[in-house]
């Protein structure tokens, strides 16, 4: 049995809903697949249970590509603020907790169902639990196989998203279509994703797990201040998720653990004002007591710091200023928030997300080789490159 439609959409995540509610209001007889039994799993699992859905600062200075302009076409059809129009149309109370990153007062839920609701005021069709099989493309058409049925349309959208949080139905689905259909896809990497270390530096990390600090981290020119947090497995929080989308393996990452403060000078000050106070005394003014106190263990420094030579003082304070890491790997998909890289943009046209090869075939969201910083960005990206082919398809 075949049934037909003028858009499928695969993929009932933020993008996929965005997308088959804007081709809905098109009058387009709109089905949406989805794989799991649940639909938009990542937005109800983001940011604790409330979902950091979008920043006001969000530009496509906020993302990695191959092509860092390609996420302006879509940026300036669909802005941040036509998402928080849609929010309080709907009337959900939002916060800015910081860095213009918004979040839900209540749930992350009122999203999911905000979607649902306009997916079902436009009589769009969402179908859970069905994988698709196979796609063949003959003439402008496509057929969709599935287990019990069979579906054609005109324009068939992928958005099933990367590699991140298989747990919750990640899968390379995007990625095989992509190879299918012959298009270029660059290396995927999980991003937003915590730094895992071995021998010594574990063994620091570890007996720190839970304690957090304002820090700045570095690599080359790239530098995000924000928290830091031990684990048991290395290092995480906000400043080291943000700086894994630039970390190949291979490469040291420099942590200032009190950007704040010169230690260097501080030190030397205090030498003369307080010789007779512990060393681990004074630098537990500027960061927690455990890691003042891990710091001078580590370094052999634990004698008043009257006592220390320059050599012992600048020691100190380069390993909490200029402390250099070899990370030895990260936490990998499980924990990844989102997948570096994906299909190529020079693949996809910017202002409408449609293949450039393919008419009829679209790609929008994770997928593509296009991903945000924390703080709402992806989702910005899914619900743009969602309208962007909403309107098109």
């Known amino acids: 049995m075949q049934k037909n439609f003028d858009v499928i959409i695969i993929g009932a995540g933020a993008a ?37 859905f979008t920043n006001l600062y969000s530009n496509n200075e906020n993302f990695l590509s191959k092509n860092n302009h390609f996420c302006k076409s879509a940026f300036s059809k669909y802005t941040q603020n036509d998402f928080i129009n849609l929010f309080k149309k709907h009337k959900i109370d939002f916060h800015e907790k910081k860095l213009g990153q918004l979040f839900c007062n209540n749930s992350a839920k009122d999203i999911i169902e905000m979607l649902i609701n306009e997916c079902e005021m436009q009589n769009v069709k969402i179908k859970i639990d069905t ?22 349309c005109s324009s068939l959208v992928i958005a099933t998203g990367g590699l991140s949080i298989p747990k919750i139905g990640a899968s390379d689905f995007g990625y095989k279509i992509a190879n ?28 720190l797990a839970g304690i957090s ?33 630039y970390w190949k393996p291979g490469n040291e990452i420099e942590v200032n653990l009190s950007p704040q403060n010169s230690m260097d000078e501080i030190l030397k000050e205090r030498r003369k004002k307080t010789p007779k106070q512990n060393i681990s005394n004074v630098i537990s003014d500027f960061l927690p007591n455990k890691l003042a106190l891990a710091i001078t263990n580590l370094l052999n420094t634990k004698q ?12 100190i304070s380069d390993f909490i200023n200029k402390l250099r890491v070899l990370p030895t790997g990260t936490e990998g998909y499980k924990t990844a ?57």
């Open 131 to 152: 994988k698709v099989k196979s796609i063949v493309r003959k003439g402008n058409l496509y057929t969709l196989k599935t287990a019990n049925e069979n579906f054609l």
């Open 180 to 207: 299918q259909f012959d298009l270029k896809v660059t290396k995927l990497y999980p991003a937003l994703v915590p730094l895992t270390f071995q021998d010594n530096t574990l063994e620091f990390c570890k007996s």
């Open 16 to 52: 996929g809903l965005m997308c088959g509610i804007e081709a809905g209001k098109r009058n387009k007889k709109v089905l949406i697949i989805e794989h799991t039994s649940k639909i938009a799993e990542k937005i109800r699992i983001s940011g604790g249970g409330r979902c950091n």
């Open 337 to 393: 928030e989102v997948t570096l890289g994906g299909i190529d943009t020079s693949e996809i046209d910017s202002s409408t997300m449609e293949c450039k090869k393919y008419s009829g075939l679209y790609f929008i969201g994770e997928v593509i080789d296009v991903t945000g910083h924390l703080g709402g960005h992806n989702f910005q990206w899914a619900w743009s490159s969602g309208y962007a082919a909403g309107q098109n398809v």
């Open 213 to 245: 600090v304002e820090a700045t981290v570095k690599i080359n020119k790239t530098i995000f201040n924000e928290g830091l947090i031990f684990t048991h497995r290395g290092i995480s929080g906000p400043s080291i998720l943000q700086i894994s989308s």
């Open 304 to 315: 008043k710091i009257g006592e220390a030579s320059n050599e012992t003082l600048n020691k």
